[in-house]
Nanobody
């Protein structure tokens, strides 16, 4: 079992930066075996993937709208993942969720929402214009 807790959300002006963090509690073995990702749900929209990272951190995925602006990273010793968000745009306004696929092979990038078995409660990000 994993419990995921996001932090770092808030209100920022367009062009600003935020760093989201996701801390996992539970077995370290489960976290290190998990492909991790950030999703977001904008007002009135479905939840969608933002970025993903493989178990060993060697592979990453970004949705097109955040490429070059967001960076996902993980620290397996600390059982955390982060999302550095730069040059934020009003359309980045959303609730951001951390998710874990605990059945991933070493290099897998999990991106399908249905494959994630642990979710955080979300942290809101509001970007003002």
């Amino acid at each position: 079992q994993l419990q995921l807790v996001e932090s770092g959300g808030g209100l920022v002006q367009a062009g600003g930066s935020l760093r989201l963090s996701c801390s996992a509690s539970g077995r370290t073995y489960t976290f290190t075996r998990s492909s991790m990702a950030w999703f977001r749900r904008a007002p009135g929209e479905d939840r969608s993937i933002v970025a993903a990272i493989s178990r060993n951190g060697g592979n990453t995925y970004y949705t097109d709208s955040v490429k070059g602006r967001f960076t996902i990273s993980r620290d397996n010793d600390k059982k955390t993942i982060s999302l550095d968000m730069n040059n934020l745009l009003p359309e980045d306004t959303a609730v951001y969720y951390c998710a874990a696929d605990s059945n991933a092979i070493l290099t897998k990038l999990t991106t399908a929402e249905s494959e994630f078995d642990f979710w955080g409660q979300g942290t809101p990000v509001t970007v003002s214009s």
